[in-house]
């Protein structure tokens, strides 16, 4: 009886999460497709340069960035440190953080999707004002040259070991994804889809439009699009199963423990500290975390914890980690506190303000996760169709390298290559590969790409010439 019971309960709790992941695909696929065409045809400046200014002026500009760009937690953090290492202002470096995190397309069409209209409008006012709030606390707290000391350790301890930043994001390069360009400059990569965008920009023709007209330009975004699910997939996938595991096993006690019930001032603001809390132990960051707060929303958590808990991204454990080997403890505990303080305060904020308008939302008006029905011939079936028949396009774009720079197709990952990158012989045919990462695997196990890449390039060539 116990075990049919789990059994019961398992199925549920996975019903739950994959129900909430198939009402949120379209959402989040439409979402990265609209990040990879503003991130790859949208022209950017030199942020560094823009955001070592301290005023509004700075601020609005690393907002803009931010917003523009793709909303992995560890993404925004590596970009942030790049930014701040070359100059940017603390107070700037860390609103690119907010905004990258918060103020994203794809995460306002799942919240929109999930929880409703009146927390879009508090994500994305709240956001505004998280780096408002934020502004104004460091300014009043930041310790006098604490963070000058680390910009220049931090320039010297990357200079000793050789870091330097991926030009074409900011994150920091790796030796095997490194190119020599035309006059003799060796720049270093994060990731092969970073060098194979900076071939794609230095083999770009035209504007937009003309670009959006070709193989080459849709190119360009498939693996813009292919990055971003790299870096958001497994926040995504675990957000959503650990949401569903929630619902069905934590017991409301625990949440009525955890969470003050009331109408009180002092209960909206427990509840805001509370959510935070929450947030910096569930180690679910980026936008796994909007299902998480389904959850809490469901489990009876007020407004001002559940909008407090979505914005509290930026100090998961694992994040507050990357902040500590990036900058050391005294930076990570500063960052920590400003950023505690700010979601919590927020999350506060909006909820007050919201009960002001008569638009908070009210928790007993919709069906529960258990009692929803999720998988049923309805818009969602349909808007998911038509993302997944666009996400398939973009990735078989990508795959069979349309429109794609360079003479030669790398067995391992498929991208384009030309023939002063690495190379091998075998079997009487040369490979030619974009990394020494991807020789090195071929070299591992050369039989199980050999068979891969005689298909495509027969298919692409008509012949068994490895282009």
Not at 268 to 291: D, H, K, Q, R, T
């Amino acid at each position: 009886m116990l075990q049919a019971t789990l059994g019961s309960q398992l199925f549920e709790a996975l019903r739950i999460g994959f129900g909430f992941l198939w009402t949120a695909a379209w959402a989040i696929i439409m979402g990265l497709v609209i990040t990879s065409l503003v991130q790859v045809y949208v022209s950017k400046e030199r942020m560094a340069a823009v955001l070592g200014e301290g005023g509004l002026r700075g601020i609005t500009k690393a907002t803009l960035f931010g917003a523009a760009s793709s909303g992995c937690s560890f993404g925004a953090v590596a970009i942030g440190k790049g930014l701040f290492k070359k100059g940017a202002h603390v107070v700037n470096f860390l609103a690119f953080m907010f905004a990258s995190t918060n103020l994203i397309v794809e995460l306002g069409l799942m919240i929109l999707i999930l929880l409703g209209w009146e927390f879009l409008v508090a994500e994305l006012l709240g956001g505004v004002i998280l780096i408002a709030v934020m502004a104004v606390i460091v300014h009043l707290t930041l310790p006098e040259n604490l963070f000058d000391r680390v910009r220049e350790e931090l320039n010297e301890r990357d200079h000793e070991h050789g870091v330097s930043e991926d030009p074409t994001c900011g994150m920091e390069g790796k030796d095997e994804y490194s190119i020599v360009t035309d006059g003799g400059e060796t720049l270093k990569f994060c990731s092969e889809g970073c060098m194979e965008t900076y071939r794609q920009e230095a083999a770009s023709t035209g504007g937009w439009r003309d670009e959006l007209l070709s193989w080459g330009g849709w190119y360009k975004v498939g693996n813009q699009y292919r990055k971003e699910w790299s870096m958001l997939y497994k926040d995504v996938i675990a957000g959503f199963l650990i949401s569903g595991f929630v619902i069905v096993f934590v017991p409301q006690w625990v949440w009525n423990t955890l969470f003050l019930q009331g109408d009180s001032l002092l209960v909206s603001a427990e509840n805001a500290v509370m959510g935070v809390a929450i947030a910096v132990l569930s180690f679910v960051g980026s936008m796994g975390n909007v299902p998480f707060a389904v959850a809490l929303w469901g489990g009876g958590v007020s407004f001002a914890g559940v909008i407090a808990f979505v914005y509290a991204d930026l100090i998961t454990v694992p994040v507050l980690n990357v902040y500590r080997k990036y900058y050391g403890w005294k930076v990570m505990a500063y960052i920590l506190g400003v950023f505690f303080v700010t979601m919590a305060f927020t999350g506060f904020l909006m909820e007050q303000l919201f009960d002001a308008l008569g638009i908070v939302p009210n928790l007993a008006g919709g069906q529960t996760a258990t009692e929803q029905t999720y998988f049923e011939l309805n818009y969602t079936f349909y808007l998911n169709l038509i993302a997944f028949v666009l996400s398939g396009f973009l990735l078989y774009v990508y795959r069979r390298g349309l429109g794609a720079p360079g003479q030669y197709r790398d067995p391992v990952c498929g991208m384009r290559t030309g023939d002063d990158g690495p190379s091998v012989t075998h079997g009487g045919e040369t490979y030619h590969f974009c990394s020494k990462a991807c020789k090195r695997r071929f070299e591992e196990s050369p039989g199980e790409f050999e068979q891969i890449e005689s298909v495509a390039s027969g298919a692409a060539t008509g012949g068994h010439e490895h282009h």
